[in-house]
């Protein structure tokens, strides 16, 4: 999870999810949709692998009414990293996340 995901959750939680639709795609936006996809894809990126959906449980709710999608809780990746140091956002400054990677070469005798 990184800093897109905080963003989604930030606007959508503040009320501003119609900022993560794409202007391409042109009007009317159904704001019931728009929520819906939003709470869908949140719930689908949820820190527990339990609290996740099945896919044939998404596909469900993409087909139905926004009633019958949870709320989804707040992730971890929201509250538990702090800002980081030099790190550039494009949304309001929001955090972002800086993936450290380690590569081991590993040779034969």
Do not use: Y
């Amino acid at each position: 999870m990184g800093g897109c995901s905080s963003q989604a959750w930030s606007l959508w939680k503040e009320g501003k999810g119609l900022e993560l639709v794409d202007s391409l795609l042109g009007s009317p936006i159904h704001l019931a949709e728009v929520d819906r996809c939003i709470k869908i894809a949140l719930l689908c990126v949820q820190d527990r692998p339990e609290d996740r959906p099945e896919m044939a449980t998404v596909v469900l709710m993409l087909g139905g009414d926004s009633a019958a999608v949870a709320h989804p809780k707040q992730p971890e990746f929201v509250v538990a990293r702090p800002r980081i140091a030099g790190c550039s956002t494009s949304i309001k400054g929001l955090a972002c996340t800086v993936n450290d990677v380690t590569l081991s070469a590993v040779h034969g005798r």
